[in-house]
């Protein structure tokens, strides 16, 4: 598991247990239908609250991800292009070099 992977793991643990514990807390507490009636709706907008906070974290995360690998693909694009211009550098000189040792020669 990725370091990324287990703190959402972590972050989804806690927030069922937060679930759960509410759940209880309130069925005890709570005798008024109604009233229960607007906790839990109130609790599913927190918990929906919860899971956009977590994909949104998710796709931050993945955007940044796919950042990183355009920069390095960038990078790799940029030093191939670099080796072949020091090839074409190298392959003139060494075609001056031979023409220039075929000249003494002659």
């Known amino acids: 598991m ?3 992977s287990i703190l959402n793991y972590l972050e989804i643990s806690v927030l069922w247990e937060f679930v759960i514990i509410t759940w209880a807390l309130f069925i005890i507490i709570v005798k008024d239908t109604k009233k229960l009636q607007k906790i839990l709706e109130n609790l599913q ?8 906070y977590i994909h949104t974290k998710i796709i931050i995360q993945t955007f940044k991800v796919n950042q990183t690998l355009t ?11 670099l080796i072949k211009m020091k090839i074409k550098w190298f392959q003139m000189n060494f075609q001056k ?10």
């Open 71 to 81: 920069q390095l693909n960038q990078e790799l694009y940029f030093k191939i292009n």
């Open 97 to 106: 070099r031979l023409n220039f040792i075929i000249l003494i020669i002659r």
């Open 45 to 52: 907008f927190i918990l929906n609250m919860s899971w956009v």
């Open 2 to 4: 990725t370091k990324f």
